[in-house]
């Protein structure tokens, strides 16, 4: 029997993260070849839902009925597109030792029976709720998917335990609840499961930032006067899909005046001689998502803008430094520096500046570093966790700002860096 054909048997070794750490990670090209060992899909696969069997067998839930299509690509490895992240329209459910379940948007249910040949194909079934509330609950559809995922649990011998809700639209909790399921927190199950990447997973995320090394140097090449924020935004936008990537999710360009406080978008302003700009690309490659910071200046520097540069890499340096198995985030956050030393009046108003948080399917997994959160619920690091680790530092001049990023995958003895373009010191474009 294949077992890439019946994802509900699965094997011990299927839990294997099969990590090979001899060498530098590598970031294979992204075609599948012959003569090259690269991303084994059908093994990324079982891992994942593995690894989330096991996490389900940890709590004292018996049922995992997913909204979040993070989680949904995880469980069933389906996924129809970047429009469908903000629907909630589609749902999976993992129940006692079943094959997942896939509820989706009509007919990508038949399109799954046809083409995702490890999923049963009498559980992709074509199905919607509420489409955030635009089919209304009065229509009964929340209704009719309560009771047939009811009905789905009884039948898996899962009757009574609870059950863990990742997200649904309010409606839909209470039409759960009305069939007598009892919903409990189930995002918290799934980031566990997420936390540690395997090998197939780690490749994915160093091929994805390998995309990003060279819209850097596009962008190196590109930033001069005449040339606007949102020039680069579409210049790195259209590089990034002719490269492969699935979903530029979005790219920060910041610079001048409007680098001190960081406001987390980008303009139609153009940049000037003399400008400290930095930029963060966020895209994926097969689902797996980059963030990654860098830091230029146009044309020249001042000291002001080198010294907030220097401080930036000194504090993420440390960081990085920091980061091995069996640390604990509270160890890397005090390593940053205060809110109240950078000028803001709490932790929460500085929150995402001095910052580090798990990188996967998602944008931000667990765990996060942050001295808001870290200081008081501290977790351990562990082989296999991958990390965006982030610092700011605002210029002595009142305007400019340095931010960098780095993206890590914690090793069995420390970390290894996948965001290599250069950033030791302030990069000046097109030096004068």
């Known amino acids: 029997m294949n077992r890439a054909l019946t994802p509900n048997v699965l094997q011990p070794q299927d839990l294997d993260p099969n990590w090979r750490w001899e060498g530098r990670l590598p970031a294979w090209g992204h075609t599948s070849v012959d003569f090259e060992r690269r991303v084994d899909h059908d093994r990324l696969r079982r891992y994942r839902l593995s690894r989330t069997r096991e996490a389900l067998k940890a709590s004292d839930c018996g049922t995992l009925l997913l909204f979040d299509v993070?989680?949904?690509r995880y469980v069933s490895a389906t996924k129809i597109g970047e429009w469908e992240r903000d629907k909630m329209c589609?749902?999976?459910?993992?129940?006692?030792?079943?094959?997942?379940?896939?509820?989706?948007?009509?007919?990508?249910?038949v399109h799954h029976r046809k083409y995702a040949d490890w999923?049963?194909?009498?559980?992709?079934?074509?199905?919607?709720?509420?489409?955030?509330g635009t089919i209304p609950p009065s229509f009964g559809l929340m209704k009719k998917y309560a009771e047939e995922i009811a009905g789905l649990i009884e039948d898996a011998g899962m009757k009574g335990m609870p059950v863990g809700v990742d997200y649904a639209e309010t409606a839909m909790f209470h039409a759960l609840q009305e069939v007598g399921i009892n919903v409990v927190d189930g995002q918290q199950i799934m980031l566990s499961a997420r936390e540690i990447k395997n090998w197939d997973e780690i490749q994915l995320l160093t091929q994805a930032a390998s995309m990003?090394?060279?819209?850097?140097?596009?962008?190196?090449?590109?930033?001069?006067?005449?040339?606007?924020?949102?020039?680069?935004?579409?210049m790195s936008t259209k590089m990034l899909y002719e490269m492969g990537s699935d979903d530029v999710e979005a790219i920060n360009a910041i610079s001048g005046e409007r680098c001190n406080p960081h406001p987390h978008n980008f303009t139609d302003r153009y940049f000037r001689p003399g400008d400290q700009a930095f930029f963060d690309i966020l895209q994926s490659y097969q689902g797996y998502r980059t963030c990654y910071y860098r830091t230029f200046n146009i044309g020249r520097s001042t000291p002001a803008?080198?010294?907030?540069?220097?401080?930036?890499?000194?504090w993420l340096d440390a960081a990085i430094g920091a980061i091995?198995?069996?640390?604990?985030?509270?160890?890397?956050?005090?390593?940053?520096?205060?809110?109240?030393s950078l000028g803001f009046p709490n932790e929460l108003a500085a929150f995402g500046l001095q910052f580090g948080h798990g990188l996967g399917l998602a944008l931000h997994e667990r765990p996060i570093i942050s001295r808001a959160v870290?200081?008081?619920?501290?977790?351990?690091?562990?082989?296999?966790?991958?990390?965006?680790?982030?610092?700011?530092?605002p210029a002595a001049d009142g305007y400019s700002a340095a931010r960098i990023e780095e993206e890590v995958v914690v090793t069995d003895t420390g970390c290894e860096?996948?965001?290599?373009?250069?950033?030791?010191?302030?990069p000046i474009a097109n030096r004068y």
């Open 90 to 109: 589609r749902f999976c459910l993992l129940t006692g030792d079943d094959a997942p379940y896939v509820w989706d948007f009509g007919s990508a249910a």
């Open 119 to 132: 999923l049963v194909p009498d559980h992709c079934r074509a199905g919607v709720v509420g489409m955030r």
């Open 324 to 340: 091995k198995p069996g640390v604990t985030t509270d160890q890397v956050a005090k390593l940053w520096p205060t809110a109240e």
């Open 374 to 393: 870290s200081l008081e619920n501290p977790m351990e690091i562990q082989t296999g966790m991958v990390f965006a680790l982030e610092t700011y530092c």
């Open 305 to 314: 803008q080198v010294d907030a540069y220097v401080k930036a890499r000194e």
């Open 417 to 426: 860096v996948i965001s290599l373009f250069p950033a030791e010191e302030l």
């Open 212 to 234: 990003v090394d060279g819209v850097y140097h596009m962008i190196y090449e590109e930033l001069k006067p005449g040339i606007r924020e949102n020039d680069i935004v579409a």
């Open 70 to 72: 993070n989680n949904i």
